[in-house]
Nanobody
Framework: QVQIVESGGGSVQAGGSLKLSCLIS???????????VGWFRQAPGKEEREGVA???????YYADSVKGRFTISRDYATHTIHLEMTSLKPDDSAMYYC?????????????????WGQGTQVTVSS
């Protein structure tokens, strides 16, 4: 069974940095690989999860709000996806979720993803 575990969240001051990690395990049997991995976030009081960054076959994708500040990368050997976040702003405060898709598709669409983690909290104070 595929499982996703996020880590690396925490509390920082504005302008600070955090590096989130997403470990994907259980890639055996019928699900030997996932093609697209995305990071989403959901801020307090907001109903929708917002796509932050995605990575698929070496191509990376970013929301306009994080371009130039966030970097997504993938380590195939350890099945880990990282999200390096710099120049953090209070608006970046949210629960961050990692999601994986077997077939890929629109990276910002929640329906694209087959597996989700439980999230890791990021809080940025001004």
């Amino acid at each position: 069974q595929v499982q996703i575990v996020e880590s690396g969240g925490g509390s920082v001051q504005a302008g600070g940095s955090l590096k989130l990690s997403c470990l994907i395990s259980g890639l055996t049997g019928t699900v030997r690989t996932v093609n697209l991995v995305g990071w989403f976030r959901q801020a307090p009081g907001k109903e929708e999860r917002e796509g932050v960054a995605g990575i698929w076959s070496g191509s990376t994708y970013y929301a306009d709000s994080v371009k130039g500040r966030f970097t997504i990368s993938r380590d195939y050997a350890t099945h880990t996806i990282h999200l390096e976040m710099t120049s953090l702003k209070p608006d970046d405060s949210a629960m961050y979720y990692c999601a994986a898709s077997r077939l890929g598709g629109s990276w910002t669409s929640l329906d694209t993803y087959d597996f989700w983690g439980q999230g890791t909290q990021v809080t940025v104070s001004s």
